[in-house]
């Protein structure tokens, strides 16, 4: 088993103090450039933007307008549901690479997306730019019963989206994009529709007869990629469920799975950022509890390839 140490809980400064909490609680996606860790939250309408060198409040940055309802229900409702943000190195407009983050793509108001870029040295530097994941939907909708998008990741010229799977649909899978394709289309108010180019179905396993399901992923040196699954205790990708374990895994651009570890305690871990030293992966990962009462936490772990 995979023993996890909690950093810090994902404390912010809020726009607004009378409307805002002063911590991320819903953290569904991690990605680090440089000396700086950004995480979406499924709930929100801002990126969270921290220091890897301390633990001081990060700040929130607006990616779309307007302001979510409180209550919970009602919120869960509305929210843009992004769940997965991966570094993009660099293309056209973009000369030291971008943030990409998307939604969950599991109702029709959670297709949308944002690129932001960075500067050298991993810190924003533009506007958020907002993007229209229909031209990938229509293929994906014919593909899962239940598109629920969860991760993405970079590898070579190809972009990786990590479709979670449920208890009454198990369809974990990886599904596979020529990267500058889909950058334009995501762009293009007009793009055509978008199909992947391929799609590798992924069996996690069980815990306690709940499937281990994909929260997140990220890219190893090696072109494979190390995941983040959970077992969540739901039949659908709208209603949450009670967590009964988690796992890291690494599997293969062809979806074989190569190895998988339990954590030792069943976080809902959601995303996932890795770096390797020597014969050592250090994971760092975040956390949702689908309570807006409970903060986020940063959490580390490391395992020996």
Do not use: W
């Amino acid at each position: 088993m995979i023993v996890t140490t909690e950093l810090r809980q994902l404390d912010v400064s809020p726009e607004r103090c009378d409307t805002q909490l002063s911590y991320i609680s819903s953290a569904s996606g991690l990605v680090c450039v440089g000396p700086h860790f950004y995480v979406v939250a499924d709930d929100e309408h801002h990126l969270g933007a921290f220091s890897a060198y301390d633990n001081g409040p990060g700040r929130l940055v607006r990616l779309f307008s307007g302001d979510l309802p409180i209550m919970k229900a009602d919120r869960k409702r509305q929210k843009p549901d992004l769940e997965a943000i991966v570094f993009v190195p660099a293309f056209e407009g973009f000369s030291d690479g971008a943030l990409l983050a998307l939604g969950s793509a599991s109702r029709p108001n959670r297709g949308r997306g944002v690129l932001l870029g960075l500067d050298a040295r991993g810190a924003l530097s533009t506007s958020p730019e907002q993007v229209d994941m229909g031209p990938m939907l229509g293929p994906l909708h014919q593909a899962f019963a239940d598109l629920n998008i969860e991760g993405a990741a970079v590898i070579d010229e190809e972009l990786l989206l990590f479709q979670r799977g449920n208890k009454r649909d198990i369809a974990n899978a990886i599904i596979h994009y020529p990267l500058l394709p889909v950058l334009e289309a995501l762009r293009d108010p007009v793009a055509a529709a978008l199909a992947p180019s391929a799609i590798r179905r992924v069996d996690l396993g069980m815990i306690e007869g709940v499937p281990l399901c994909f929260t997140d992923a990220a890219a190893l040196p090696s072109g494979d990629v190390v995941f983040c699954a959970v077992a969540e205790d739901t039949d659908d990708a709208y209603l949450d469920g009670h967590c009964v374990g988690a796992a890291i895994g690494i599997v293969d651009t062809t979806g074989q799975l190569l190895s998988l570890h339990q954590l030792e305690k069943p976080y809902k871990v959601e995303g996932i950022s890795a770096q390797m030293e020597n014969e050592t992966l250090d994971l760092l990962l975040v956390t949702d509890a689908d309570d807006p009462a409970i903060p986020a936490k940063l959490l580390s772990a490391s395992f020996a390839l």
